[in-house]
Structure formats: C-alpha cells, structure tokens
C-alpha cells in the first residue's frame, strides 16, 4: 500500500482510510496459508487448535464428508453476532469447506463455488443458492454485491451486521497473474520498473523443496518451478499490481457505500489480507511454506491491518505494536459488546485499547506455525524453530531485529545468544502447550484436517498409519 510506504503501487482509497484509521504496522498472520488464517479470524484460534495447517486442497473434496464445514464445532463470528441480533453476510472467497450451502452463521452467502483461485474471470459463483458463471473480474462481482447490501441497510439503518468481504486478489500466483493485466487499472503499471520487487539469488531452501516435493511429494507439479520465474517476469508484476488497485477501488466503492447510507460513523471497518506474501525477499515469491523447511520470515507472515472505529473523530494514527489475525476475533466482538474468549481457551486480544487515544502499547510477541516449523517474533527477536528429531537438518534459526532487522544472520550457535535463545523457546513451548488441541498438534503425534504440504514428513515421524481427518 502506498500508506506503507510502497511508492510503485496506487492505493488511494486504502490510503484514506489509514488517514482516518488506525495502521498497525507491526501484524503478522500466525500461518503463511489463506484456509488456516480464514479460520484463525473466525475462530480466535491458533491452526493447531483449529486443525487446518494448510490451504484446503479443493482436488480432494470428493474425499471431504458430506456438506464438510471446516470448523463447523467452532462458535464463530457470524454465529455469536447472529446470536446477538446481526444480520451477517460473507461476499467473496470461503475456502474453508464445501461451500454449496450457507456455514457458519450467514445469512448472505455470495460465494465461489472452489476456493482454490485459477482466474480472476469467468468463475463460478453461488448467490443465495443461485450458481451462475459471472464473465468479468471476480472482485467487481463482490464489489457489486457488498455495495447492494450495504445500500439495503438504508431500509433499516438500525439493524446491526456483519459483513465478512474477503476478496481473492491480488493473490499472486499463476496463472491468475500469469500475462499482462487487462484490467482497468492496467496502464498504471505499464511504465513500472518494480525496484520495490527485489532481484535477489534464488534461496537454498527453496530448491531444497523443490528437490524434495519431486522425489516424496508430486514430481508432476510445476507449480515450484513457476514461482522461480515471477519475481523477474514484468508482466507478471504489472498483473500482480494492478489487481491489488481493482482492490483498492473496490474497497472505495465499499466505504462511499457506508458514507451514502450514513452508516460509516457507527461501521467498524477492518482492511487486512489472510496471509502475507514473499516478493522474492529471502530468495523466493509466495508463502511461507514455499521452501524446505517452511519459514517464518517477516515477508511470509507480515500482513496490512488497518482499523477504523465507529467514530467520526478518529485520525489517522500508526500503532507499531505486535498484533496479529487472531485478534481480530476479539476485537470484532469487543467493539460489538460482546464478550471477549478467555486467554485461557484463545490467544485472540482486543486491539480496541491500541486504536482508542491513550492506549498503550503492547509489549509482547506473536505466534506463528507452518507444519513442521514454530515461531516467536517480539520487537527485538524472531525465533524458528523445527520439529525434531527427523530425518533433515533442521536448523533452528535465531534473528536479532535490532542489528539485524532483514533477518539474514542466524545467530542461534552463537554462545552469545544462548540465554536468549532458551528463553525464546520457552515461550514458544508455554504458548503452544496452552494452545493446542492434541488431535491437530502435529508435534505431538496429531494430525491435519483434509490435507497437508508434507504429509510424507508426517509418516517418517508418526508412523504409516498417520493420515488426515476431518
């Protein structure tokens, strides 16, 4: 976003309402995947206490039981706002189940009918029951019908709602960005020389996973091979760019919407993104789990959250403490009166002290996991550890933030550091001992719901016998 600081990108609508907002510049997703994060915002919860560890691989619904919800046990956002007298709609990607039929708690139920996303054009769509394939661009469809629900309101402007909008793009994959843009924001772009992509030399752990996915994984997909090529194919980057703009514009139309109904004083509005993405820092394009072993670096999981609260007054503000998808659960119901989960039971905090004037900042750390690697970032350190023993080299990585901030030193066999790093994996320990459900701890002999990028490390450690569930 340009409000972040990229000055190749054009963001205006996203750039007003941080002027109006609160900015955290500091969030990060706890997984590098979109089904786990989805479910991360809905639920409150951690991947290994929710199950899903990955994105649920839609070639595999035929093995999915009936009508499958994810997280169907789960006493979701929709469902404790529905309960609570919100009407409650989701309008874009689900990717968390089969999505034939309404979860969770909707009401409105504007849907692909996959969730995997091949193409932002001629997708198959599921309004209300209603299956059609819409021709143009997918996030102009959602656009469409979250505008046409908010301009309802006006109707019963008093009704409460919860509308859960989650466009699929930019993404950042072929072949959605494969090619040159045809979209409307295209010529923005044709002159871009991208130095905010970096060049850098392809990563070692990015072949070792390529090596690794051909001879235990599927030696058919091409899929690695491709993120290879993005960061240094301009159209490619041209497409990348100019879709994170037909966003951007939806995300105007959305609040011009809230602002002709009178609504958007009393609206907490939240702009933020399932996973981050790597633009070839640290040597790769994509997600964390895109190398051998996953990882935690800052670009895989650092994600835009951007908060407006239901006032007027409110100015523009950048909070730098360390925040993270899960509290969003919390905050959402925070702001809406209702109670707040237990740390007990989840990791998700209210944000609504940092973004009130006053509110002071948090120190303290955020989570992540990516299978068979576990994370603690604070504002000083980040630190990867993996599952052992295996049959690899895994490394345990150490990275200190303040003289190192690109995260390029591994300083965890430096006797220096010793103290510190016991102390990190102690926290780390203590956090996913409270949270985690044995059945989805993978660490600790549990399994994933419907699939998994590494199911043969599963085996090699757990045994033959180790499989998914449901």
């Not at 996973?275 to 394009?285: D, P, R, V, Y």
């Not at 990190?424 to 459900?437: E, G, I, R, V």
Request: proline residues 7%.
């Amino acid at each position: 976003m340009g409000c972040s600081g990229n000055t190749e990108i054009h963001t205006p609508n996203l750039d007003a309402l941080a002027g109006r907002a609160t900015r955290f510049s500091e969030a990060f997703c706890p997984n590098a995947m979109c089904s786990p994060c989805r479910a991360s915002v809905l639920t409150g919860l951690m991947p290994s206490q929710h199950g899903i560890h990955t994105w649920l691989d839609d070639s595999k619904i035929s093995e999915w039981p009936d009508n499958w919800n994810a997280i169907e046990e789960f006493d979701t956002l929709p469902e404790q706002l529905g309960k609570a007298g919100y009407d409650t709609a989701l309008i874009g990607k689900y990717h968390l189940g089969i999505a034939d039929q309404p979860q969770n708690g909707f009401d409105e139920w504007v849907t692909m009918q996959i969730g995997h996303v091949l193409s932002f054009y001629d997708n198959k769509m599921i309004v209300n029951g209603e299956r059609l394939q819409y021709p143009g661009h997918s996030v102009d469809f959602f656009t469409d019908h979250a505008v046409n629900y908010i301009d309802k309101r006006g109707e019963d402007p008093a009704n409460p709602f919860f509308m859960f909008l989650t466009y699929p793009a930019p993404y950042g994959h072929w072949p959605s960005i494969q090619g040159e843009p045809k979209n409307q924001f295209a010529d923005l772009y044709k002159d871009t020389p991208f130095n905010s992509v970096p060049r850098e030399g392809i990563s070692p752990e990015l072949i070792e996973w390529l090596l690794i996915n051909h001879d235990k994984g599927n030696p058919d997909d091409v899929f690695y091979k491709d993120i290879l090529q993005i960061p240094n194919d301009l159209p490619t980057l041209r497409n990348y760019y100019s879709q994170m703009s037909v966003v951007d514009n939806g995300v105007g139309q959305v609040l011009a919407a809230l602002e002709r109904q009178n609504i958007s004083d009393n609206t907490l509005v939240i702009y933020t993104s399932d996973h981050g993405m790597s633009l070839g820092e640290h040597g790769f394009w994509g997600h964390g789990e895109d190398t051998w072993p996953s990882n935690t670096h800052r670009e895989a999981h650092h994600i835009p959250l951007i908060i407006k609260p239901p006032s007027g007054s409110h100015t523009g503000k950048v909070a730098q403490s360390l925040v993270g998808t899960t509290d969003i659960h919390a905050t959402i119901l925070d702001y809406a009166g209702l109670p707040v989960p237990s740390s007990d039971v989840s990791p998700s905090r209210s944000l609504r002290t940092l973004i009130q004037s006053g509110g002071n900042p948090w120190d303290g750390a955020v989570f992540m996991e990516q299978e068979e690697t576990r994370s603690l970032r604070t504002s000083k350190w980040l630190l990867m550890r993996r599952i052992s023993p295996t049959a690899y080299d895994f490394r345990t990585e150490l990275y200190d933030l303040e003289s190192d901030p690109n995260e390029r030193q591994n300083v965890a066999k430096d006797p220096v550091y010793q103290e510190v790093l016991e102390d990190l994996s102690n926290q780390l320990d203590a956090h996913f001992k409270k949270y985690c459900d044995p059945k989805w701890d993978l660490w600790n002999g549990g399994t994933v719901k419907s699939n998994s990028t590494r199911p043969f490390l599963w085996r090699e450690v757990w045994g033959d016998d180790w499989k998914p569930g449901y």
